[in-house]
């Protein structure tokens, strides 16, 4: 449409035109009173055509054109929307507004993706979406979902908030297409309590309470079975009703994760069972862990062992050092030198089996335990108990541990001589298996097997030892010790060399329990930075917690993890010909084998690995014949799987504020989408139907202004008008 209209457009600022205005009247007035009349009013005639021409008069001209209207259509593509055919309405949908359009109305298709944990976020993608799109041209939203979304506002968000060509405030309509027939039902799992971690020996206590949603006759408690899996024992059933707060003790057998699945028995007609399971990991962590540790005499490297075992929270350490032996007695009362008597009957017969572990560092005995008591740490360690044995120069004699009843269970024997104690510089290096066992493997700055080492200790030694550290390709090498013992024979696994290539940390198992043998006492010299220095604090570390059985750290372990839908499993082992597959059973389906593979890398760590889909929610079981476990996928998006449900409650109050209208699509084969027509009135829906209000808003095409009085006319008539006024005073 084509409008005209006069305007003007001042040559000069409006404030000068008004003075220059009010000076014109004064000048003409005084000379209407006092002068000529008739003259007086040709002069004000010739002050208002200047003035008129100063105000610049101007015929302006102005083209609008009808703004399109767009309407937004906001389709969810959440994970709750692959539930049936809720994707496939939704892309029908779609197809059906684009194709039964008005002719001012154009559509604008906006998908709306998973948005991680958070859930559906619709509104969101509402205000990101309508922020390039004009307030005037926008003329509501048409939102297909399965009204399941989670930041549903309280009120009608600012994006549907405009007003019409009067100023009056109204709310755009907003309006709701459901993938489905009608009001579903769903029936839940919803886990109220679950500890993350447990004690072994211990119980867990789950809550949990089993929900009935959606439109329901029957509003009484029902009774429900509810199955539980422990890491994929035989399952257990129990008895429980709807609605009702159910307390579940599950028992914590060993450490490392617990896979608990629960489900509940279905819901006839309900949209989906796979809110009906959940799996629940609890992690079985041990009660503080006690350790005992006795030095045989203060020695540099019981300041370390304190450094470490009192750094760890989960370690009680029970640490004695014997000041004064039996052979050092000089008379002097114990009172007098303040020393606590050595507990022995508390420690080795009383209150043995409380610890964990015993650490003996340069401990030798000098008649302070009768053979019973070695007897009972033998004992110990056949019962499932951890031993750790720091040998020095004291091992050597008839004094020696190897000469008593742990005997037995040591896995190095050293000769009662003298010459079996090396005394030169040397850089203790990993064996082939120390490479591939989990205590040593990777050791930061750990040495290539192999190394040549200058033999004599002299003032040589170190410009020797520069020389040779150039010579290899590493980088970072451990620092030298000074003393070893020569064993004679070993039993175990061999993880460490000393000087000429003889076993230096020797590990082995007995009975139930496991034996650790580091045959020098100057692993200290690493914390002092010798050399270099050595990763001193996080050997031991391993060894202790190899000792106190520690999962992570077992030679021969299975792990798997399921991530995105993908299961991945890894098998460590120190044995290069074990078996190269798995038995993979997934839930409540058959099991079947898959073929573990190795890169080269993982050849020389001791590794095996394989990955396959994993889309069954459950637990699934890996066997490699020696070893079971256990994992579990979890949901991916937790507020999008806990209501499965295709309703209407969530949106409807805010479908009704705005005026808008909610539908529901069907089926496939029973498809009914609303047709988009003119709107009519006020009323934006019908039973299959839906309208945008007609807005009627233009924009500014076209601006243009022409003068209406030229340069000429204005100053002509002016002078004119000037000359009768001198003519009529020409007598005066």
């Known amino acids: 449409m084509i409008f005209s209209s006069l305007g003007f457009t001042p040559l000069i600022p409006l404030w000068l035109l008004f003075l220059l205005g009010l000076i014109a009247f004064f000048v003409c007035g005084f000379n209407f009173v006092f002068g000529n009349k008739r003259a007086a009013l040709l002069r004000l005639g010739v002050f208002a055509v ?211 699945a629960l489900s509940a028995s279905p819901l006839k007609g309900e949209v989906s069972t796979l809110n009906n399971q959940a799996v629940i990991p609890i992690t079985g962590i041990r009660d503080r862990l006690r350790v005992l540790l006795i030095s045989g005499s203060p020695n540099q490297g019981e300041r370390s062992w304190r450094r470490l075992l009192k750094s760890d929270p989960a370690v009680d350490l029970v640490h004695f050092t014997i000041l004064r032996p039996p052979e050092k007695d000089d008379g002097t009362p114990i009172s007098d030198l303040a020393l606590i008597a050595f507990p022995v009957r508390e420690l080795f017969e009383q209150k043995i089996n409380q610890f964990d572990l015993i650490i003996l560092d340069g401990f030798e005995n000098l008649s302070l335990l009768p053979d019973a008591y070695f007897e009972n740490i033998a004992q110990f360690v056949r019962n499932g108990g951890g031993l750790f044995l720091i040998a020095g120069p004291e091992f050597i004699g008839p004094n020696s541990l190897q000469n008593t009843p742990l005997e037995d269970i040591l896995p190095a024997h050293v000769l009662d001589d003298s010459t079996m104690i090396i005394e030169r510089a040397f850089r203790p290096h990993l064996t082939e298996m120390g490479e591939r066992h989990p205590v040593t493997s990777l050791l930061p700055g750990a040495p290539p097997q192999a190394t040549t080492l200058p033999t004599p200790l002299d003032k040589t030694f170190n410009k020797a030892f520069s020389k040779t550290s150039n010579k290899t390709t590493h980088s970072t090498l451990w620092g030298p010790w000074y003393r070893a013992l020569q064993p004679d024979h070993v039993h175990g696994q061999v993880l460490m060399t000393g000087p000429n290539q003889e076993p230096l940390l020797v590990l082995d198992r007995v009975g139930k329990g496991r034996v650790a043998m580091l045959l020098s006492d100057q692993i200290w010299l690493w914390s002092r930075g010798e050399g270099g220095g050595g990763p001193q604090a996080e050997l031991l570390r391993r060894v202790a917690h190899w000792l106190m059985k520690e999962p992570a750290l077992e030679e021969e372990r299975l792990s798997a993890r399921i991530t995105h839908n993908t299961l991945f499993i890894t098998r460590h082992t120190l044995t290069p010909t074990a078996s190269s597959f798995v038995t993979v059973t997934p839930p409540h389906e058959k099991a079947f084998r898959v073929a573990l593979t190795q890169s080269p890398q993982d050849i020389q760590q001791g590794i095996q690995q394989a990955s396959l889909p994993a889309s069954a929610y459950g637990i699934w079981q890996i066997s490699d014949g020696l070893h079971t476990i256990y994992t579990a996928s979890t949901q991916n998006d937790t507020p999008e799987f806990f209501d499965l449900r295709a309703t209407a409650e969530k949106l409807s109050p805010l479908v009704k504020k705005t005026g808008g209208g909610i539908f529901w699509l069907g089926s496939l084969k029973n498809f009914h989408a609303p047709r988009i027509l003119e709107a009519h009135g006020s009323l934006l829906y019908g039973k299959n139907w839906l309208a945008f209000p007609q807005r009627e808003t233009r924009i500014l095409t076209q601006d243009t202004a022409t003068p209406l009085l030229p340069a000429w006319l204005p100053l002509s008539l002016a002078l004119a008008l000037l000359c009768g006024a001198w003519w009529l005073e020409r007598d005066t």
């Open 50 to 260: 200047i003035l008129l021409w100063f105000a610049n008069p101007q015929h302006k001209r102005q083209n609008w054109r009808a703004l399109p209207q767009t309407a937004l259509v906001l389709v969810d593509h959440s994970p709750s929307m692959r539930l049936g055919e809720r994707e496939a309405l939704a892309q029908k949908a779609v197809h059906h507004l684009e194709q039964n359009l008005p002719p001012h109305l154009t559509l604008r298709v906006v998908p709306v993706n998973d948005n991680g944990h958070d859930g559906t976020r619709l509104f969101k993608a509402l205000e990101q979406a309508s922020a390039d799109i004009p307030p005037q041209s926008l003329a509501g939203v048409i939102m297909i979902t399965d009204g399941q979304n989670n930041d549903t506002p309280p009120s009608v968000p600012h994006t549907l908030e405009v007003s019409d060509p009067h100023g009056q405030p109204f709310f755009l309509p907003l309006h709701v297409l459901l993938t489905a027939a009608h009001e579903e039902t769903d029936r839940r799992i919803h886990i109220l309590q679950a500890p993350p971690y447990a004690l072994v020996g211990k119980t867990a206590t789950l809550r949990l309470r089993v929900e009935d949603q959606g439109p329901s006759k029957d509003t009484k408690e029902t009774p429900v079975t509810l199955t539980l899996h422990l890491n994929g024992e035989a399952p257990q059933t129990f008895p429980v009703v709807t609605g009702v707060v159910q307390e579940i003790h599950i028992p914590i057998t060993h450490p490392g994760q617990n896979l608990i």
